[in-house]
């Protein structure tokens, strides 16, 4: 098949997979995997910037997402009120703390010269700050989540469209990104992927424990949503008529109706970034990332900032990580840390940039849908098989029992494979990385 028609044809395939299952299992079921498609592949193109095009080993994705999920939060909850005139004066001071301890901290290295002196400064300023800091932390935190625990025991937000914090998610993971490339970018690069992991499992710990913050693992629920609700839309004699001339249940088609909704504006922000990707990978600048990749040393002896440029596609991918994770929490209507599992989730972000091609964006995008809609899909499809081959077994069988109960484990098995499978016959993905000569 010619280079110009294989990739439509990939994401045909991929088109009428989901339609399958929309006329195999439901349309509601369909809409659902391809709103988790279109996020997942959003998330892979994040990562797909930083290992594709730099080569940094980025093991700490769910951190990033958690933060766009916290943004969720920050952005479209109602303020609390009470909880703020409770302890937000006190926690405002220990910011205050927090924002002069860290200025002290840069001007004693920038004015004193490297040597014991300059390391007893930062010491004596770090332990004395963080000290001072709990003089007003600890009372404010306590008083917050002193608050109606049950139901609030945490700030709110600041009450604006859900929608705004898909850019204050990505916002959020940029600058966490840049505060974790300060320290970690110097590293190698499975000391990198160490360091990553360990900050993500911070990250996620910080915001599971931090009630006053997120109300932890208390979850939060009831998110606002850039989309109709369900039971407006049954109310709507507009959307009443429009299911009776198609001819369908209304509870059913309100339920499509609202995933179509969300599919529109996730697909728009999947084109937008998959564009701006796109300008970026085929200009100079692109060019010059795929060159540090390559050959760091070479590009070090051109006259690259190397360390710069890493900080620059690193800041990139974790802010469209986070956006990611803003698009997760808007989709889910609630907030739920423990939900966040960085080993987990972030080995099948890896396999989606894997599997569809390190270094393409087209690649990254189709191996988040492939990915995702089979990891969605393993299951059913292993309970159906395993049902038809034991069909001729009593039902209380042990070995129909057992197999069973096994199908959901098939999800990780067909990972491998398909991990496998890939690797043998298409080391460099589905869609490869384009290579000029």
Known sequence: MRPGL???????????????????QSWVVSLSILNLCLISAIMALGLNMQWGYAGLLNVGVMGFAALGGLAGVLVSQSPVTDAWAAGGESLGFALAVLAGVVVAIVLARRLLRKGPLRTAATVLLVVGGFFLIRIFFDPAVDAIEDVDSARTGY?????????????????????????????????????????????????????????????????????????PYEIDLQASPWFLDLVHWLGADPI??????????????????????????????NSPWGRMMRAIRDNEDAAAAMGKDVTRRHMQIFVLGAAVMGIAGAMLTTLDGQFTPGSYQPLRFTFLIWVMVIVGGSGNNWGAVLG???????????????????????????????????????????????MGLILLVVLRFSPRGIIPERRGR
Not at 182 to 188: E, I, W
């Open 6 to 24: 294989r990739n439509p044809a990939l994401f045909a395939v991929m088109a009428l997979l989901l339609m399958a299952v929309g006329f195999g």
């Open 368 to 414: 988040g849908f492939l990915v995702w809609f089979l990891w969605v899909e393993a299951e059913p499809a292993a309970f159906w098989l395993m049902d038809a081959i034991t069909a001729g077994l009593d039902e209380g069988h042990p070995l129909r029992s057992h197999l069973l109960d096994s199908a959901a484990y098939m999800r990780l098995i067909v």
């Open 252 to 281: 059913a088609g309100a339920s499509i109706f609202v995933k179509l909704c969300y599919a529109v504006l996730f697909a728009l922000v999947l084109m937008a970034i998959v564009w701006l990707a796109e300008r970026a990978l």
């Open 155 to 227: 700030l709110g937000g600041a009450g604006l469209p859900i929608i705004l914090s898909w850019a204050v998610g990505g916002l959020l993971a940029a600058g966490a990104a840049w505060l974790i490339g300060k320290v970690a970018l110097g590293l190698r690069a499975d000391y990198f992927a160490i360091a990553t992991l360990g900050i993500a499992e911070i990250v996620i710990t910080v915001i599971k424990n931090e009630d006053w913050l997120s109300r932890g693992v208390k979850n939060v629920t009831g998110l606002d949503r850039p989309v």
